[in-house]
């Protein structure tokens, strides 16, 4: 029973890094219609400029909020320099203008700072609090949920009670009667993605003090991860992310310690197997969220 | 009808030109549209109807002409449009299917403080008697319901423009009728409104004066009565008028075909209303008419 609370609240903190993740793809994916396949790539540049700040500043919180700006600069970047000009209405040149833009992020990353692993240092302790003789959370553990429940509660509130957020989902689901309706689709487009990669960003920031450390790909499996999870989730459905992440986090903790670390992904490509073929849209999305 | 004061009307179309590659949609078409008055374009399916909409909401580019707002050119971007006082209903209506109803019609009141918003778009459901399911789905609603959710939306932000595209299409008779009783109350506030629309009874209800294109082109205008008696509507309408008559044989003296120059009889407004459902094979671009359905 120890083990599985240690297993369970550790689980907790890794979905909620993936929901997070995964809920960056969801964004792009309702303000552009296209699945970023180089939000990894885009997240760890943005790490790289966090860690840069932190090791001249000696700030951890200098450097996530360096990270978060550059995530959301690099986001709105992509989108008027490239994604903009790719023809509308085709799902494959945004794909592979993505993949193209991995090589290039990566490449670009590993000259400027080479390939190495670079240890990212937590702001918190992650040794697990002792309850009741059982080890649960660290304090970063701690740190890492309440960061992403703060940020999804945020964007939650966005686009959900304010005014910007209706034209983000008004821009997002039906571009053309928007303009009629006064609403800046380009801009709400740019926007979607800046919020996106700052929140990809984010995700990445959380993840890398408690990996290997930093390196041009050291988001690469949160990605597999986290579009997995967006997949089962429903790519269209915000909350569907968050529900899928936690549930992902949690098989990949307890597949992890009950079996051997081998199996997560096994695990996970199980799930996404089985809800392809039971539910193809993802179990909280809309019927025609896939083909929108 | 009231006299329009003499100020710059609210639209100006004038010498409209718009082409798809080597087809002419609209050739030399020019109208107005004054403060208070309700104008309607008829003519077939494919006659123009919706590319002269596309092309004063800068949807579609006119190779010739101008259109002019409110005295001024109308803005180059659609987006423009909420702004210089003009709102559109699509025929495919363009619902945010997955926002609720009141959400809907707050989209185009993002200008206003939230407060603000809010209040202007109940007013808004309360006067097309909408209040009710503001928090519904606009998704999940019956089709008549959806079509009041579009007015309220078109009318949110208190246009001084209201372009309606096909308002009674799929209506029933108590629901046109309280279309029209919205139509003219909106008027009567001074908005201008153009319509298209193939009901002919709705339009004969409701406009002030009628525009009616065919092949691209303005082929008469003028108050309904006089529309209904233009020898030129007649001709437009001559060949399946002759469908009809030999369907249906025509009632010597009936007060709805009275005796024409030349002996045809003239074509009631029925004949000409199943005459322009009887064009519908001929296509017209849409516009983003449809999209809205997937949202």
């Known amino acids: 029973m120890d083990r599985f609370v240690f297993l369970f609240s550790a689980g907790l903190a890794r979905g909620a890094v993936l929901a997070l993740f995964a809920l960056s793809l969801v964004i792009v994916w309702r303000a552009a219609r296209v699945v970023n396949f180089a939000q990894a790539a885009m997240a760890a540049a943005a790490v790289y400029a966090a860690f840069a700040v932190t090791a001249a500043t000696g700030s951890y919180w200098a450097g996530l909020l360096t990270g978060l700006a550059s995530g959301a600069l690099l986001g709105a970047a992509v989108e008027r320099g490239l994604m903009r000009r790719l023809p509308a209405h085709a799902p494959l040149p945004g794909i592979i203008v993505a993949i193209g833009l991995v090589m290039v992020l990566q490449a670009g990353l590993a000259i400027a700072f080479g390939p190495e692993h670079r240890p990212m240092h937590p702001p918190f302790s992650e040794r697990p609090f002792i309850i009741g003789g059982v080890p649960v959370l660290s304090p970063y553990d701690l740190f890492t949920l309440v960061a992403a429940a703060a940020v999804m509660g945020g964007l939650a509130l966005l686009f959900g009670r304010t005014s910007l957020g209706l034209q983000l989902r008004a821009a997002a689901f039906a571009p053309e009667t928007s303009r009629l309706l006064g609403v800046r689709v380009p801009r709400m487009v740019t926007l979607g993605w800046a919020l996106a990669v700052a929140t990809a960003a984010l995700a990445a920031l959380l993840l890398v003090p408690t990996e290997l450390g930093l390196n041009p790909h050291a988001a690469d499996l949160l990605f597999v991860n986290a579009f997995a999870v967006a997949v089962i989730g429903g790519l269209d459905s915000p909350a569907g992310a968050l529900l899928a992440?936690?549930?992902?986090?949690?098989?990949?903790?307890?597949v992890t310690g009950y079996a051997s670390a081998a199996a997560a992904p096994l695990a996970v490509l199980a799930l996404l197997t089985l809800v392809l073929l039971v539910r193809p849209g993802g179990v909280f999305s809309a019927k025609e969220a896939r083909t929108a | 009808m009231t006299t329009p004061p003499p100020t710059a009307p609210r639209l100006e179309v004038d010498g409209l030109e718009v082409a798809f590659g080597g087809l002419t949609a609209l050739g030399g078409v020019s109208f107005e549209v004054r403060d208070g008055e309700t104008v309607a374009l008829i003519g077939p399916n494919g006659a123009g109807k919706t590319t002269?909409?596309?092309?004063?909401c800068g949807i579609v580019k006119p190779r010739k002409g101008n259109v002019r707002i409110g005295g001024r050119p109308a803005p180059a971007r659609t987006t423009g449009l909420l702004a210089a006082g003009v709102a559109r209903t699509l025929q495919g209506l363009g619902l945010f299917e997955r926002m609720t109803v009141l959400e809907n019609v707050l989209v185009p009141l993002s200008s206003l403080?939230?407060?603000d918003a809010a209040a202007r778009a109940r007013d808004r459901l309360a006067e097309l008697g909408l209040l009710d399911l503001a928090d519904r789905s606009a998704g999940t609603l019956p089709y008549p319901e959806r079509k009041r959710v579009a007015l309220a939306r078109a009318l949110a932000a208190d246009p001084r423009l209201l372009l309606l595209d096909e308002?009674?299409?799929?209506?029933?008779?108590?629901?046109?009728?309280?279309?029209?009783?919205?139509?003219?109350?909106?008027?009567?506030?001074?908005?201008?409104?153009?319509?298209?629309?193939?009901?002919?009874?709705?339009v004969m209800d409701v406009a002030d004066r009628i525009v009616v294109l065919d092949f691209g082109e303005v082929i008469a205008a003028g108050s309904p009565e006089e529309v209904r008696r233009d020898p030129a509507v007649e001709a437009a309408y001559l060949g399946l008028e002759a469908v009809n008559a030999a369907a249906e044989p025509p009632q010597s003296g009936g007060a709805g075909h009275p005796p024409a120059r030349g002996g045809a009889p003239r074509p009631s407004t029925a004949d000409?209303?199943?005459?322009?459902?009887?064009?519908?094979?001929?296509?017209?671009?849409q516009g983003p008419a449809g999209e809205g359905g997937t949202a």
Do not use: K, Y
């Open chain 2, 167 to 202: 308002p009674a299409g799929g209506l029933g008779a108590a629901d046109i009728e309280a279309l029209a009783e919205t139509v003219r109350r909106v008027a009567g506030e001074g908005c201008a409104v153009l319509l298209v629309e193939h009901h002919v009874d709705f």
């Open chain 2, 113 to 115: 403080r939230a407060e």
């Open chain 2, 272 to 285: 000409i209303s199943v005459a322009t459902e009887a064009h519908a094979h001929r296509s017209e671009p």
């Open chain 2, 52 to 56: 002269v909409f596309n092309a004063v």
């Open chain 1, 245 to 254: 992440g936690i549930g992902v986090g949690l098989l990949v903790s307890l």
